[in-house]
């Protein structure tokens, strides 16, 4: 089992820039993917960013050139790197890993709020 702390969300004014961190704890063996999803008010959840095998990176396309994700050196932290944000970006943003037996954890979130 894998645990996972999000850290970093909070209020900023549209344009300005947060930096999100997800760190996993426990049974970390054939990890592959990390990612990080969201979900905005009324609306379902859906992928942000993913990193697989520490390099291979996909964006959603609302995200793609203003977000950046990344993993840390120990490989059990993932960043994510949200610039020029947008009122839309307003969601609670959760992280996610994956090992490849398709064995998967989730982290409890953390809000992201962007003012117009």
């Known amino acids: 089992q894998v645990q996972l702390v999000e850290s970093g969300g909070g209020l900023v004014q549209a344009g300005g820039s947060l930096r999100l961190s997800c760190t996993a704890t426990?049974?970390?063996?054939?990890?592959?993917?990390m990612a990080w999803y969201r979900r905005a008010p009324g609306k379902q959840r859906e992928m942000v960013a993913t990193?697989?095998?520490?390099?291979?990176?996909d964006y959603a396309d609302s995200v793609k050139g203003r977000f950046t994700i990344s993993s840390g050196v120990a490989k059990n932290t993932v960043f994510l790197q949200m610039n020029s944000l947008k009122p839309e970006d307003t969601a609670v943003y959760y992280c996610?890993?994956?090992?490849?037996?398709?064995?998967?954890?989730w982290g409890k979130g953390t809000l992201v709020t962007v003012s117009s």
């Open positions: 426990g049974n970390m063996w054939k990890i592959n993917t």
């Open positions: 996610y890993v994956r090992n490849s037996l398709g064995m998967d954890s």
């Open positions: 990193i697989t095998n520490g390099d291979s990176t």
